[in-house]
């Protein structure tokens, strides 16, 4: 079984077992962090109405994807679960 890296969902970890589950979870974690470090991003983000626009702004702020930023608002419960997924599907 082959794994993508750029993978939309993140229900693969579910069959990732031992080290390799702890391992691409912390890299997420990692990658996450580093990429839209969360402190900046609440400054950023704390009282703008979450919407496209908003989304649109945080991209190019923090020269990432749209999908970097919904997994951002996702994480950190911002916008469930539905919404990440309508939005990243767009």
């Known amino acids: 079984m082959s794994w993508r890296i750029d993978t939309r ?5 579910e069959y990732l077992t031992g080290n390799g589950n702890r391992i691409e979870m912390l890299c997420n974690q990692f990658a996450a962090e580093f990429l839209v470090p ?43 679960q539905g919404y990440y997924e309508e939005k990243v599907g767009q």
């Open 9 to 13: 969902q993140s229900d693969y970890i």
């Open 38 to 80: 969360s402190q900046d991003f609440d400054e950023h983000s704390n009282g703008i109405p979450i919407n496209d626009r908003a989304v649109e702004d945080w991209t190019k702020l923090y020269c990432v994807s749209r999908e970097t930023v919904l997994r951002k608002l996702l994480d950190r419960g911002l916008v469930d």
